[in-house]
T-cell receptor, first 111, second 114 residues
């Protein structure tokens, strides 16, 4: 069974702190995506990682992909309250074009 | 380019009724996806189209669900004989079959079955 697991599921952190969200997947995939979802809203694309070793950064968020370990990380630097949201990773198992989403990490940044 | 749109945004229906949702993708996108999302979970794949062809359908999808994409433009998702377990957010996404296959999501249709 294809699985995409994120940890932690819940994360409460203080403003200014750093933290990393992990996304592990059980299938071969060269493409991994990170999305943000605010309560009651749809999903917003954050990063598209297309190859092993890919690293992308936008503001306080940085994502990386290790296809050999089947692991992606989303690193948060000096968190601010506006980053509070649920973050999902998703993989596209090779050749299927069926995106499998992770369980989500609910992030709360405390002022 | 106005993004992916969905209609209606909210739908309340009684158990046993049929409902239909519409999705208008980004105009140049040739691939369109439907997902279902329940509270506290990630989106769950339902089906996808490339142009007008339905290429994949989740085995979790019962026969009460059907989707169409006539002429490869907008798509509809119909649920027949709704059940309370169908209550969820139904999300549509579109993408180009080139490049990174990045998906752009619509605002979703929230279905409540009473």
């Amino acid at each position: 069974e294809l699985k995409v697991e994120q940890n932690p599921l819940f994360l409460s952190m203080q403003e200014g702190k750093n933290y990393t969200i992990y996304c592990n997947y059980s299938t071969t995939s060269d493409r991994l995506y990170w999305y943000r979802q605010d309560p009651g809203k749809s999903l917003e694309s954050l990063f598209v990682l297309l190859s092993n070793g890919a690293v992308k950064q936008e503001g306080r968020l940085m994502a990386s992909l290790d296809t050999k370990a089947r692991l992606s990380t989303l690193h948060i630097t000096a968190a601010v309250h506006d980053l509070s949201a649920t973050y999902f990773c998703a993989v596209d198992p090779s050749g299927t074009y069926k995106y499998i989403f992770g369980t989500g990490t609910r992030l709360k940044v405390l002022a | 380019d106005t993004g992916v749109s969905q209609d209606p945004r909210h739908k309340i229906t009684k158990r046993g009724q049929n409902v239909t949702f519409r999705c208008d993708p980004i105009s140049e996108h040739n691939r369109l996806y439907w997902y279902r999302q329940t509270l506290g979970q990630g989106p769950e794949f339902l089906t996808y189209f490339q142009n007008e062809a339905q290429l994949e359908k989740s085995r979790l999808l019962s026969d009460r669900f059907s989707a169409e994409r006539p002429k490869g433009s907008f798509s509809t998702l119909e649920i027949q004989r709704t059940e309370q377990g169908d209550s969820a957010m139904y999300l549509c996404a579109s993408t180009l079959v080139t490049g990174g296959y990045e998906q752009y999501f619509g605002p979703g249709t929230r279905l409540t079955v009473t």
